[in-house]
């Protein structure tokens, strides 16, 4: 399977000449690029005969706050003639904004839309970038990883007053920055007296 996606990896970077790094992880080929050559470089994976990425399964993102480069989109294609996905990745600081490819795939409309409201990021000449996930209303955007867990309102309807109104959220647990260490090392915890050491 490695042999297949790494012909795959170098069929792609002589003919699309826009990959900035590619690997494969998992069986997975995973392409970068630039910001300005991702509306080519989707079309060229769609549209060459060898390759057919003829659907687009979805796009998200991940943030990394303490990068310049703040955001890793990813487009995650497959190709169902040749059987194979691909993940391409670009990296955008929070000012970025980056071209639609909806007219490549009209399905992206909907994800990119789903990418705004959640990280904020901006799709040029996507004709219905508005909230999707969240209310109208809504401030901020929930999946960063700065976005504050409390201070923020929300809306719902009140079936005694049979209107729509606002409130404060208020979730009980604060923000936590995790070392990847486990809380139980050295600790007792119940249930160990049990085991026979």
Known sequence: MNKKLNQLATFIIDKCKTITNHEIINNELIVSTKIANIHKLI???KDLDNLNFDMLLDITAVDYP???KRFELVYILLSLKNKLRIRVKVFLSEN???PSITSIYKSAAWYEREVWDMYGISFKN???LRRILTD???EGFPLRKDFPLTGFVELRYDDSKKKVSYSKVKLTQDYRNFDFLSPWEGQVLPGDEKVKK
Do not use: P, Q, S
């Open 66 to 68: 303490k990068r310049a």
């Open 43 to 45: 079309k060229n994976l």
């Open 96 to 98: 970025e904004n980056i």
């Open 126 to 128: 996507n004709v219905d």
């Open 136 to 138: 109208y209303g809504f």
